[in-house]
């Protein structure tokens, strides 16, 4: 096969492989400690059901509001920078863009510390997944999932849609275990179901709104690959499509683990934190399943993390946004100098895990924080989209409603997410954001163009850099706490 056809082979991902992804970058370790995370913040059943609640309708809204955008602006390919920077400028578009890459960046960080800690269970040496051992291999690992997307984004997308069939079966016996053994208890249940007061409710359901968010970080990914889809069509139905499949397993996880182990006990349990509860449950091998599950799992999400933490700044970078060096792809089409620079990073931050003794908590909290913009920028857009619309392109008046509702309910579900981050987040997340100005400079200055297009993109950026210089004195006289 020659190079042409090499490539348009590569080019176009129909709808199992968009579903895929989305399920497959998804499900990574979010579903085997989300709840037992939820519990170790001090969160009850009562405020674990409120927050998944929560998450599901300020989810659904966010995943509507991409098929609406989809549907209605398909020529906005890569949606995480493009909606921002269509409905809110350039600058803010980057911004989207760049909290997006650093997100997912950190995101393969921290698969790769809970994945050899998973491995622990089987291979002592690994411990933690933070030990010497572990970060050589895993090392080792990142380099081999970056060749393999090098080889090309679709290819490696097939292979997505096997690890993300094969990391839901020990998922799947988990909840026949925990039905068959009639592990699940009514009681155990509804005991402290809001728990003892120490904690009210509102601050317990606030503490679950980073574990929910975590959960679905890369139900977005058919979104930012858009522009590689077969069919635009496909787009939003996968995001859909993956969204719904997962908020069920999700809540029927959470419902069958509140319900066969105590609160208290939940949260004194290691991660992952699944294995301990089956284990209570059936005996050993239920840790084996669920750790060997892990293992499946991060597997494929960190696959799929690969291809999209790639993909994001190579998109922003053809649209003119990141520097031109981004932009470059090899003759099967992949991102590689976008692919090295990102698992070069993913590798400094695996040295630094190494020396500080990090836990993947750490990184996916950070991953978490990040993310927080680019969906408040895609419901705000949407709405301003719906408002701005005058029956160009939304024709019916049910179709106006559905864009007010959900465009309105993604706004204020992105606000809910920054709010309940806590303020020493939200000033940490500063001196991440700030040195993208520069890659944001560098990208100007190559088109030729003035650093900012208004007046208050200018206010925006010397705010962002006086916060970054406040957060980072603060944080390094520990008077901000990661």
């Not at 359901?205 to 930012?224: D, H, K, L, P, Y």
Request: charged share 10%.
């Amino acid at each position: 096969m020659d190079n042409n056809m090499q490539q348009g082979a590569d080019k176009g991902l129909g709808f199992t492989k968009l579903v895929a992804v989305i399920i497959g970058s998804t499900l990574g370790s979010g579903i085997f400690t989300v709840t037992g995370d939820m519990a170790a913040s001090g969160a009850h059943t009562g405020a674990i059901l409120i927050g998944w609640a929560i998450a599901g309708v300020g989810m659904l809204a966010l995943m509507m509001s991409y098929y609406g955008l989809n549907k209605y602006r398909p020529d906005l390919t890569n949606g995480v920078y493009s909606y921002a920077s269509e409905g809110f400028g350039h600058f803010m578009g980057f911004n989207s863009a760049w909290g997006y890459w650093i997100s997912a960046l950190l995101c393969n960080v921290s698969y790769v510390c809970l994945l050899f800690g998973a491995l622990g269970y089987f291979i002592p040496a690994f411990g933690a997944g933070n030990n010497l051992l572990s970060i050589v291999v895993g090392s080792v690992f990142v380099w081999f999932m970056a060749a393999l997307v090098m080889r090309g984004v679709s290819s490696a997308a097939f292979l997505n849609v096997i690890t993300t069939v094969a990391k839901v079966l020990p998922l799947l016996v988990f909840i026949i275990a925990i039905i068959v053994f009639r592990a699940f208890d009514p009681a155990i249940f509804m005991d402290n179901f809001w728990g003892t007061g120490e904690i009210s409710v509102p601050d317990q359901v606030m503490s679950t709104t980073s574990a929910t968010v975590w959960s679905f970080i890369g139900v977005e990914g058919a979104v930012v690959l858009s522009g590689r889809a077969k069919k635009s069509s496909d787009v939003g139905k996968a995001s859909i499509t993956g969204f719904l499949c997962l908020l069920a397993l999700y809540v029927l996880i959470a419902v069958l683990t509140v319900g066969s182990v105590p609160i208290e006990q939940l949260a004194e349990f290691d991660t992952p934190q699944l294995a301990q509860v089956l284990e209570t449950a059936v005996g050993p091998w239920g840790a084996a399943l669920v750790n060997f599950g892990v293992v499946l799992s991060l597997l494929g999400a960190f696959l799929g993390w690969t291809i999209i933490a790639a993909d994001c700044p190579y998109s922003a970078a053809q649209q003119g946004v990141f520097t031109k060096f981004f932009a470059k792809s090899n003759k099967y089409d992949a991102p590689v100098s976008s692919l090295i620079i990102t698992n070069g990073i993913v590798q400094i931050f695996l040295i630094v895990m190494y020396f500080n003794e990090s836990t993947y908590q750490l990184f996916y909290g950070i991953s978490t924080l990040m993310i927080m913009l680019p969906y408040l920028f895609s419901g705000a857009y949407y709405l301003k989209f719906a408002i701005c619309d005058k029956g160009e392109l939304i024709k019916t008046g049910s179709d106006k409603a559905k864009a007010y509702i959900f465009g309105g309910l993604g706004t204020i579900y992105g606000f809910w997410m920054l709010y309940s981050s806590g303020l020493d987040y939200l000033l940490l997340s500063t001196i991440l954001y700030a040195p993208g100005l520069i890659i944001y400079a560098i990208g100007r200055k190559e088109k030729g163009e003035k650093l900012f297009d208004k007046t208050y993109e200018l206010v925006i950026g010397v705010v962002l850099v006086l916060l970054a210089a406040y957060s980072l004195v603060q944080l390094l006289q520990g008077n901000i706490s990661l």
